[in-house]
Protein backbone atom coordinates (compact mmCIF):
# COMPACT_ATOMS: atom_id res chain seq x y z
CA UNK A 1 0.00 0.00 0.00
CA UNK A 2 1.53 3.31 -1.08
CA UNK A 3 1.55 6.02 1.56
CA UNK A 4 0.20 9.43 0.18
CA UNK A 5 2.21 12.28 0.17
CA UNK A 6 1.43 15.51 0.05
CA UNK A 7 4.48 18.19 -1.26
CA UNK A 8 4.44 22.04 -1.00
CA UNK A 9 6.72 23.68 -3.67
CA UNK A 10 6.63 27.24 -1.97
CA UNK A 11 8.39 28.51 -5.31
CA UNK A 12 10.03 32.40 -4.74
CA UNK A 13 7.89 33.31 -1.88
CA UNK A 14 8.22 33.79 1.67
CA UNK A 15 10.07 35.77 4.27
CA UNK A 16 11.51 35.03 7.56
CA UNK A 17 8.16 36.13 9.86
CA UNK A 18 5.72 34.67 6.88
CA UNK A 19 7.43 31.11 7.00
CA UNK A 20 7.29 31.19 10.70
CA UNK A 21 3.51 31.71 10.42
CA UNK A 22 2.90 28.95 7.76
CA UNK A 23 4.91 26.41 9.88
CA UNK A 24 3.28 26.98 12.89
CA UNK A 25 0.12 26.98 11.35
CA UNK A 26 1.28 23.37 9.52
CA UNK A 27 2.22 21.99 13.07
CA UNK A 28 -0.32 23.25 14.43
CA UNK A 29 -3.03 20.84 11.93
CA UNK A 30 -0.27 17.90 11.74
CA UNK A 31 -1.82 15.93 14.39
CA UNK A 32 -5.14 15.45 12.07
CA UNK A 33 -3.42 14.05 8.91
CA UNK A 34 -3.01 10.59 9.83
CA UNK A 35 -2.00 8.95 6.28
CA UNK A 36 -0.42 10.98 4.41
CA UNK A 37 3.36 12.40 4.64
CA UNK A 38 3.66 15.92 4.56
CA UNK A 39 6.57 17.70 3.26
CA UNK A 40 7.56 21.53 2.60
CA UNK A 41 9.67 22.76 -0.05
CA UNK A 42 10.94 26.23 0.46
CA UNK A 43 13.57 28.72 -1.26
CA UNK A 44 17.58 27.32 -0.05
CA UNK A 45 17.85 30.81 1.63
CA UNK A 46 15.32 29.27 3.90
CA UNK A 47 16.22 26.07 4.53
CA UNK A 48 18.05 26.49 7.93
CA UNK A 49 15.07 28.33 9.63
CA UNK A 50 12.58 25.75 8.31
CA UNK A 51 15.44 22.88 9.55
CA UNK A 52 14.95 24.52 13.02
CA UNK A 53 11.76 24.89 13.34
CA UNK A 54 10.85 21.23 11.88
CA UNK A 55 13.73 19.24 13.13
CA UNK A 56 11.80 17.62 15.69
CA UNK A 57 7.91 16.92 13.82
CA UNK A 58 6.79 14.56 11.68
CA UNK A 59 6.78 17.33 8.78
CA UNK A 60 9.85 16.61 6.36
CA UNK A 61 11.54 19.21 4.09
CA UNK A 62 13.53 19.62 0.72
CA UNK A 63 15.02 21.63 -2.02
CA UNK A 64 13.18 23.08 -5.22
CA UNK A 65 16.14 22.20 -7.33
CA UNK A 66 19.48 20.89 -7.26
CA UNK A 67 22.81 21.44 -9.56
CA UNK A 68 23.84 18.43 -11.64
CA UNK A 69 27.59 19.82 -10.60
CA UNK A 70 29.05 18.71 -6.91
CA UNK A 71 31.08 21.54 -6.76
CA UNK A 72 33.00 24.23 -8.68
CA UNK A 73 33.06 27.38 -10.69
CA UNK A 74 28.86 27.73 -10.80
CA UNK A 75 27.64 30.44 -9.30
CA UNK A 76 23.99 30.31 -7.54
CA UNK A 77 24.23 26.86 -7.56
CA UNK A 78 22.77 24.50 -5.08
CA UNK A 79 24.91 21.26 -4.85
CA UNK A 80 23.44 18.10 -3.32
CA UNK A 81 25.73 17.92 -0.73
CA UNK A 82 24.81 20.80 0.39
CA UNK A 83 20.76 19.85 0.81
CA UNK A 84 22.05 16.77 2.72
CA UNK A 85 23.56 19.50 5.42
CA UNK A 86 20.00 20.77 6.17
CA UNK A 87 18.64 17.45 6.28
CA UNK A 88 16.47 17.38 3.01
CA UNK A 89 14.44 14.15 2.37
CA UNK A 90 13.60 15.39 -1.20
CA UNK A 91 14.55 17.52 -3.52
CA UNK A 92 12.32 18.88 -7.12
CA UNK A 93 13.78 18.54 -10.27
CA UNK A 94 12.28 19.03 -13.67
CA UNK A 95 9.61 21.41 -12.64
CA UNK A 96 7.99 23.09 -15.71
CA UNK A 97 9.17 26.47 -14.67
CA UNK A 98 12.32 25.33 -14.59
CA UNK A 99 12.06 23.63 -17.98
CA UNK A 100 10.38 26.45 -19.64
CA UNK A 101 11.89 29.81 -17.75
CA UNK A 102 15.52 28.10 -17.37
CA UNK A 103 15.26 26.02 -20.01
CA UNK A 104 16.35 22.81 -18.59
CA UNK A 105 16.72 20.05 -21.13
CA UNK A 106 15.66 16.46 -20.64
CA UNK A 107 19.47 15.53 -20.15
CA UNK A 108 20.36 18.51 -17.33
CA UNK A 109 17.45 16.66 -15.37
CA UNK A 110 18.90 13.21 -15.63
CA UNK A 111 22.22 14.60 -14.39
CA UNK A 112 20.65 15.49 -11.66
CA UNK A 113 18.27 13.09 -10.75
CA UNK A 114 21.51 11.17 -10.53
CA UNK A 115 23.39 13.77 -8.41
CA UNK A 116 20.70 13.60 -5.98
CA UNK A 117 20.31 9.64 -5.94
CA UNK A 118 23.89 9.52 -5.08
CA UNK A 119 23.45 11.89 -2.17
CA UNK A 120 20.55 10.17 -0.60
CA UNK A 121 18.06 12.80 -1.75
CA UNK A 122 14.58 11.62 -2.70
CA UNK A 123 13.79 13.10 -6.25
CA UNK A 124 10.70 14.74 -7.08
CA UNK A 125 10.83 14.44 -11.02
CA UNK A 126 8.15 16.59 -12.28
CA UNK A 127 6.59 15.49 -15.57
CA UNK A 128 4.11 17.12 -17.78
CA UNK A 129 2.68 18.63 -21.18
CA UNK A 130 1.64 22.13 -22.45
CA UNK A 131 -1.77 22.99 -23.52
CA UNK A 132 -0.84 22.60 -27.40
CA UNK A 133 0.77 19.42 -26.60
CA UNK A 134 -2.46 17.71 -24.83
CA UNK A 135 -4.40 19.63 -28.04
CA UNK A 136 -2.94 17.38 -29.83
CA UNK A 137 -3.23 14.53 -28.53
CA UNK A 138 0.80 14.30 -27.32
CA UNK A 139 0.05 14.06 -24.00
CA UNK A 140 1.11 10.64 -23.82
CA UNK A 141 4.72 10.96 -25.90
CA UNK A 142 5.49 14.16 -24.18
CA UNK A 143 5.01 12.59 -20.90
CA UNK A 144 6.71 8.88 -21.83
CA UNK A 145 9.35 11.04 -23.45
CA UNK A 146 10.33 12.49 -20.14
CA UNK A 147 10.20 9.55 -18.32
CA UNK A 148 12.71 7.47 -20.72
CA UNK A 149 15.28 10.67 -20.39
CA UNK A 150 15.72 9.05 -16.76
CA UNK A 151 14.75 5.71 -16.77
CA UNK A 152 17.01 4.72 -20.26
CA UNK A 153 20.03 6.42 -18.03
CA UNK A 154 18.94 5.62 -14.40
CA UNK A 155 17.80 2.70 -14.91
CA UNK A 156 14.69 1.20 -12.96
CA UNK A 157 16.25 0.15 -9.77
CA UNK A 158 17.15 4.22 -9.29
CA UNK A 159 13.59 4.32 -9.34
CA UNK A 160 12.75 2.33 -6.26
CA UNK A 161 13.37 5.36 -3.51
CA UNK A 162 12.48 8.01 -6.00
CA UNK A 163 8.69 10.44 -6.62
CA UNK A 164 7.15 11.02 -10.06
CA UNK A 165 4.85 14.44 -9.62
CA UNK A 166 2.80 14.97 -13.00
CA UNK A 167 1.77 18.54 -13.45
CA UNK A 168 0.25 19.41 -16.83
CA UNK A 169 1.57 22.55 -17.38
CA UNK A 170 -1.51 23.98 -18.46
CA UNK A 171 -2.92 23.60 -15.25
CA UNK A 172 -0.24 25.22 -12.97
CA UNK A 173 -0.97 28.58 -11.58
CA UNK A 174 -3.86 28.80 -14.30
CA UNK A 175 -6.83 27.77 -12.04
CA UNK A 176 -7.71 25.40 -14.77
CA UNK A 177 -7.21 21.79 -13.41
CA UNK A 178 -7.74 18.43 -15.00
CA UNK A 179 -10.48 16.62 -13.97
CA UNK A 180 -10.01 13.55 -11.91
CA UNK A 181 -10.08 11.28 -14.73
CA UNK A 182 -7.68 13.00 -16.72
CA UNK A 183 -4.97 13.38 -14.13
CA UNK A 184 -5.85 9.43 -13.53
CA UNK A 185 -5.73 8.55 -17.41
CA UNK A 186 -1.72 9.94 -17.50
CA UNK A 187 -0.96 8.72 -13.94
CA UNK A 188 -1.59 5.00 -14.60
CA UNK A 189 0.39 5.39 -17.95
CA UNK A 190 3.27 6.48 -16.17
CA UNK A 191 2.81 3.64 -13.93
CA UNK A 192 2.38 0.97 -16.84
CA UNK A 193 5.58 2.54 -18.30
CA UNK A 194 7.27 1.95 -15.50
CA UNK A 195 5.92 -1.29 -15.12
CA UNK A 196 7.32 -1.84 -18.69
CA UNK A 197 10.88 -2.51 -16.35
CA UNK A 198 9.43 -3.43 -13.13
CA UNK A 199 6.19 -3.90 -12.06
CA UNK A 200 7.27 -4.14 -8.19
CA UNK A 201 8.94 -0.67 -8.66
CA UNK A 202 5.97 0.47 -10.29
CA UNK A 203 3.48 -0.60 -7.78
CA UNK A 204 5.71 0.78 -5.27
CA UNK A 205 6.36 4.22 -7.01
CA UNK A 206 4.28 7.58 -5.52
CA UNK A 207 2.96 9.35 -8.13
CA UNK A 208 1.84 12.64 -7.29
CA UNK A 209 -0.01 14.94 -8.94
CA UNK A 210 1.00 18.94 -9.54
CA UNK A 211 -2.10 21.18 -11.67
CA UNK A 212 -3.60 23.33 -9.09
CA UNK A 213 -4.74 21.04 -6.14
CA UNK A 214 -6.80 23.20 -4.25
CA UNK A 215 -9.04 21.72 -1.06
CA UNK A 216 -11.89 21.74 -2.78
CA UNK A 217 -10.66 19.09 -5.39
CA UNK A 218 -8.38 17.34 -3.21
CA UNK A 219 -10.42 14.58 -1.78
CA UNK A 220 -12.02 13.55 -5.57
CA UNK A 221 -8.39 13.41 -7.21
CA UNK A 222 -6.51 11.72 -4.28
CA UNK A 223 -9.61 8.99 -4.70
CA UNK A 224 -8.15 8.08 -8.12
CA UNK A 225 -6.40 4.34 -8.12
CA UNK A 226 -2.93 5.82 -9.21
CA UNK A 227 -2.81 9.33 -7.70
CA UNK A 228 -0.85 9.35 -4.45
CA UNK A 229 -0.78 12.73 -3.54
CA UNK A 230 -0.18 16.11 -5.05
CA UNK A 231 2.52 18.26 -5.25
CA UNK A 232 1.12 21.48 -3.88
CA UNK A 233 1.91 25.34 -5.49
CA UNK A 234 0.17 28.24 -4.41
CA UNK A 235 -2.23 26.88 -2.43
CA UNK A 236 0.60 25.80 -0.06
CA UNK A 237 1.22 28.86 1.14
CA UNK A 238 -2.00 28.90 3.29
CA UNK A 239 -1.48 27.08 6.60
CA UNK A 240 -5.34 25.85 6.63
CA UNK A 241 -5.88 25.09 2.93
CA UNK A 242 -2.65 23.52 2.96
CA UNK A 243 -3.43 21.49 5.57
CA UNK A 244 -7.04 20.82 4.21
CA UNK A 245 -5.38 19.40 1.10
CA UNK A 246 -2.99 17.23 3.34
CA UNK A 247 -6.21 15.94 5.44
CA UNK A 248 -8.18 14.78 1.96
CA UNK A 249 -5.66 12.19 1.90
CA UNK A 250 -6.69 10.93 4.83
Known amino acids: MRQPLVAGNWKLNGSKQSISQLLEGILGGIQDVKKAEVAVCPPSVYLQQVTDILKDSPVQWGGQNVSEHASGAYTGEVAAAMLVEFGCKYTIIGHSERRAIFGETDEQIVQKFAALKKAGIVPILCVGELLEEREAGKTEVVVGRQIDAVLNVA ?13 PVWAIGTGMTATPAQAQDVHAFIRQRLAEKDSKIADGIQILYGGSV ?8 FAQTDIDGGLIGGASLDAAGFMSICRAAN
Open 155 to 167: GIEQFENAVIAYE
Open 214 to 221: KPDNAEEL
